[in-house]
């Protein structure tokens, strides 16, 4: 087992102190090799998490007993609860189904924001084709920009276009 696998290990299942027959915890100085080896990675990987969080959040992690822990807090934090992912959900429909390029707004801005809209379902789970996303972005432009739409169009199938050739082809 590489020292990679053995720290993702303990960020996922945790670590668990080594106990006596007893069931009480085995202090640092009777611990064998492996239980030592074990014991380092445990606190390697939580300075390298709590060095990759900011000052600001740190007062939230710091008192995590494991990296286990740690990951909880991080993975409910950024990615919320079941409640706040559905409210994201619903908040990126609404936004995704109102889209449309705003007066003076150039293509490669518009094209940012629906890629953040995108990037944000994706996040959660949730996501339409590639080319639901297309025939969206053409359905969002103006009519003033129908003329090279209908040209893309004519020349191309929609199904098999990306954004990004939509987006360049404008």
Known sequence: MTLVEVGLGLVEDGYNAPTSD?????????????????????????TFM????????????????TTKNILDVIVLTYKGSKQVQEAKA?????????????????IEMMFSRFQTIVLGWRMLQKSYSI????????????????????TILEANNLNNL?????????
Not at 136 to 150: D, F, H, Q
Request: aromatic share 8%; with cysteine; proline share 2%.
């Open 162 to 170: 990306c954004l990004e050739e939509v987006i360049s082809s404008l």
């Open 22 to 46: 007893d069931g009480i915890e085995v202090s640092k100085k009777d611990m064998n090799s492996d239980q030592k080896k074990q014991f380092q990675m445990h606190h390697k990987a939580i």
């Open 131 to 150: 080319a639901y996303h297309v025939k969206k972005m053409v359905r969002s432009i103006p009519s003033k920009w129908r003329p090279r739409i209908t």
């Open 50 to 65: 709590l060095n990759a969080i900011t000052f600001k959040g740190l007062n939230k992690y710091s008192n995590k007993e």
């Open 90 to 106: 619903n908040l990126l429909g609404r936004k995704y189904g109102l889209f449309q390029l705003m007066e003076d707004e150039v």
